[in-house]
Structures are given as C-alpha cells and as structure tokens.
C-alpha cells in the first residue's frame, strides 16, 4: 500500500514566525507517526525559510526506528551560514531516503524536476554518494519528462513525480489530461526497474482520483494541504482521513 510521509515544513513556518520553539516540528511528527503515517518528510533549504539543520537532526532521532525520515533539497546548492549542505546532512543523519529536488533560492515553492539531458553527469557521483551513505535515492521529476530510464541509469532507486500541475489541472476542474501524463511517466519509470514516488500539492481532495490513476505509486508526500486541513480538524485525524483514502484507493 502506498506509504504516507507527512511533510512538516509548514509546522517550521509558523515556529519561525515568531522566533520561538513552539510549534514544535518534533511534536507534530510524533503525531503524524502516532496516527499512522508510514514517514516524516523535510525539506530544509538553504535560506532556513523553514526547516533548519537543527530540525533534521532532531527529527532524525525521533523517526528512527518508527517509519521512514524522508530528506528533500538540491544536492548542488552550496553550504550557507549553518546550512551545511543536502548531502552533509545525509551523511551526518542517515535518513532512509534522499529526494533530489532541483530548486533554487528564489522559487517561493518546488516547481518543476530535473533536466537529465542536463544534469545527469552532475548528478551521478552524487547519487552514488548518497546511496553509500545508505539512503534509496528519488529524483524529483516533471510528468512527461522524457528521460525516466536515465534516471535509473544514474543509479537512482526512484521518481519523485512532480504533482503540482495535476493538482491544478484536478482544482480546474479537467485533470484527465495531466493524470494521463502522470500515469504514462509512472508506467515509464516503472518499466525502467524505478520506484515511483508522488508529491507537491496534493491533497485530500485530489489524491484518490490520483491513486486510482496512476498504479504502483509507493508513497505520497504530503505537507501543505495537510497542516492546512489539521488547523480545522486536528492533526491526527487529519493524518488518518489521508490513511483513508490510500486505502480505500487499492
Ligand atoms: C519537493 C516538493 O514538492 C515539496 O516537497 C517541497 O517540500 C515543498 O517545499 P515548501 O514546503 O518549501 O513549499
Ligand atoms: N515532496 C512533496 C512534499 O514533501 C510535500 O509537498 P506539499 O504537500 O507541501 O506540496
């Protein structure tokens, strides 16, 4: 069944927007795994908008052992401050997976994947890196991307398949077109031995009809919506309405 990893990047917005400690992030993931999320997913940037150093590493210890701790970020964006890196952080945290996102400073969110044709020579020690560190490796990708099987040739385990534009297309009312795409490019990576991985805007509304859609997806990240939907209903329960629906989605 498709793995739940709740995103708490959110929680750290709102920590941060006073310059406290609370909301704790290490609180709100206790809750996510209590309630049954099968991992917790952070991405820490280098400008710390949210999730700072300090976090990973406490979430680090409370995830292990209990589910799967999920670090996201761009393995090229250089130490800042005491940002030390993407891979500074899996080597010293040893999360179960790596997810390799192409962002950069000035994107207010994640909004597209990697260029392989580009990227690819870049990326390769990098991945082997991480994996020695013991980490599954995912490469966030666009659907429609062309190159899947390149991703699997760098030695990567999975795709991460980039969800905005079908949450979109889903809140637009018309998202045949993108779930196909999405399907296609799952269905691509899969023929090419890779584990598909799905994320980024998704939501109780639109990840059933996605489920339904595109077969095999191993886990779903899910954070903004999420933290969203607790402020009304709680976090626990949100967390098992999410459990839910990837249920009743088999
Ligand atoms: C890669 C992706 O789509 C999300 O995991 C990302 O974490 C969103 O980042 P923000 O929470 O900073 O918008
Ligand atoms: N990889 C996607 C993720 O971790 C959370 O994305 P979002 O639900 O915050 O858009």
């Known amino acids: 069944m498709t793995v739940l990893s709740v995103n708490v990047n959110k929680i750290a917005v709102l920590r941060n927007s006073r310059g406290g400690d609370e909301p704790r992030v290490t609180d709100a993931a206790e809750a996510a795994l209590r309630a049954g999320a099968g991992g917790i997913t952070v991405h820490p940037r280098p400008d710390q908008r949210h999730i700072r150093p300090g976090d990973v590493r406490d979430l ?52 597209h994947g990697f260029d392989l044709a580009r990227d690819a020579g870049r990326l390769r020690p990098l991945v082997a890196e991480l994996k020695a560190c013991g980490a599954r490796v995912s490469l966030f990708m666009d659907a429609g991307a062309p190159d899947m099987a390149r991703a699997a040739e760098l030695g990567a385990d999975r795709i991460e398949l980039y969800t905005g534009p079908y949450a979109q297309a889903f809140a637009a009312g018309d998202p045949a077109a993108a779930l196909d795409l999405c399907r296609r490019s799952a269905r691509d990576a899969q023929a ?23 077969p095999g997806v191993l886990e779903v990240s899910i954070g903004h919506a999420l933290v969203g939907e607790a402020l009304y209903a709680g976090l626990e329960p949100t967390v098992r309405a999410y459990l839910a629906l990837i249920a009743a989605a088999r």
């Open 60 to 111: 680090a210890r409370l995830v292990a052992g209990r589910g799967e701790f999920n670090i996201e970020g761009n393995p090229f964006a250089p130490a800042r401050g005491d940002y030390p890196g993407l891979l500074a952080l899996v080597r010293e945290t040893r999360p179960q997976q790596a997810t390799l996102v192409p962002d950069g400073d000035g994107q207010i969110t994640s909004d």
């Open 192 to 214: 090419a031995g890779l584990g598909v991985n799905a994320g980024h805007d998704l939501s109780q509304s639109n990840l059933g009809a996605f489920l339904r859609g595109v």
